[in-house]
């Protein structure tokens, strides 16, 4: 997955510095110039041109939503020196937010472009090398999307990257139906969206666009600050393990580490944390039987759809009602897959598909493990090759009670593995 880094307000680079500290009262230059390196000191250099106008004397200038904090006191030309009031890390191209009389200021940073001239050269490379994804910064309305799409497409003819929204702004959050229906998936950005939205919000928001993702069969990532202390200490606080417990139970698809493993002094043990709470959570989901009542709408417009859909929904109620071992779909498309992973069955679900790029995106949905193998419209052939091949993995053995399901032949089957 590549991220493009989007048009809002944020610092520059620090003059090759890893990071800065703010202390409290200690007077600061927001500039817009271009400094000579090294910066002069106590300088921090803006992105937006527009950023001296757009502030007033009196307003809050919040550094990545919150982790210092400064009170404008002057401006003088292209300079605004602000003063601080909460004391902490500044870290290179952090986002900037400034806030009057309790509200976030937008004026022309709203106008700013979702994709910058620098994010489609970025979208270039990322085309050229074969990302899956691409996962869009700051998005506004569904038309970014859908322009982003037309242009993969021109640029890159039978290519199948997915572009995946992130909901982190207010704006997002104004369309965020429409937006979502557009994408091929989403994330749910919660350090620039607490900078956008009162922090009390985030909760509810978070919730909402994991809820209507599934509604809408679309995956959803819930990404930042998961394990943030982990960036410095090697074990996390336990109010940082119930917070990730939430996003698994919420059902999202996936749970993202950012700075934790960017820069953090614990990636691997932070990806372990995340891994084994997330593990136990789903298990005792499975062993005290949390159905959830969640009543899921019909995505489908096609009538052919619609029956995929309808034996996917049925699978996953017989593979709880059955305590099934396991659900095996065999699909050209990842179609199939998908549907059955928005149904959440308890057991694991093998995903089998021809197509190499079907089988890494499928790896980003729920439940699914997918693999990459040559099928044909013989079900019992499929059927045999894959008990083979899962067998050999240990992942499934002798007698246990498996559910399959077909896109190509719209079948659905229960069976015990020889």
């Not at 998961?226 to 393990?241: G, K």
């Not at 149904?343 to 021809?354: G, I, K």
Request: proline fraction near 4%.
């Amino acid at each position: 997955m590549m991220d493009t880094e989007g048009s809002e307000i944020h610092m520059g680079d620090l003059g090759g510095t890893s990071s800065a500290k703010a202390e409290d009262g200690e007077v600061w230059t927001f500039s817009v110039r271009a400094f000579d390196l090294p910066l002069p000191e106590r300088t921090i250099n803006v992105n937006y041109d527009g950023f001296a106008e757009d502030v007033r004397v009196g307003d809050e200038l919040l550094v990545d939503g919150g982790m210092a904090r400064f009170e404008v006191i002057e401006k003088l030309g292209p300079d605004v020196k602000c003063r601080c009031t909460d004391p902490g890390l500044l870290l290179p191209r952090a986002n900037l937010t400034f806030w009057r009389d309790g509200s976030i200021v937008r004026e022309r940073n709203a106008m700013l472009p979702t994709i910058s001239s620098k994010d489609w050269l970025d979208i270039d490379f990322g085309i050229a090398e074969g990302v899956d994804f691409i996962a869009v910064s700051f998005v506004k309305s569904a038309e970014v999307i859908k322009h982003l799409k037309s242009y993969i497409a021109a640029r890159s003819r039978g290519s199948d990257i997915s572009v995946l929204a992130k909901i982190e702004s207010i704006d997002s959050l104004k369309n965020l139906e429409e937006i979502i229906r557009a994408s091929d998936g989403a994330m749910v950005a919660r350090g620039d969206m607490g900078a956008q939205v009162p922090l009390e919000q985030v909760p509810s928001i978070q919730q909402k666009v994991v809820q209507l993702c599934r509604q809408l069969n679309k995956p959803v990532i819930v990404a930042s600050q998961l394990l943030e202390s982990m960036i410095e200490y090697p074990t996390p606080t336990r109010a940082e393990v119930a917070d990730v417990s939430e996003a698994v139970r919420q059902r999202a698809d996936a749970l993202m580490l950012s700075g934790e493993s960017a820069m953090g002094r614990y990636p691997e043990k932070a990806l372990s944390v995340l891994r084994s709470v997330s593990l136990r959570i789903e298990k005792w989901w499975r062993e005290e039987k949390c159905h959830e009542a969640l009543e899921l709408q019909g995505v489908s417009s096609s009538f052919s759809d619609k029956i995929s859909e309808e034996i996917c929904n049925s699978a996953a109620k017989m593979a709880n009602g059955l305590g099934a071992d396991a659900v095996f779909v065999f699909t050209k498309t990842g179609h199939m897959a998908s549907l059955l992973s928005r149904c959440r069955p308890d057991c694991p679900v093998f995903a089998f598909t021809t197509s190499t790029s079907v089988r890494r995106r499928l790896n980003l949905q729920w439940g699914l493990i997918p693999f990459r193998l040559s099928f044909s419209d013989d079900m019992e052939s499929n059927l045999n090759r894959t008990f083979s091949l899962l067998k050999a993995r240990g992942m499934i053995q002798s007698g246990d009670l498996v559910i399959a399901l077909s896109d190509m032949l719209q079948s659905i089957q229960v069976m015990n593995v020889p």
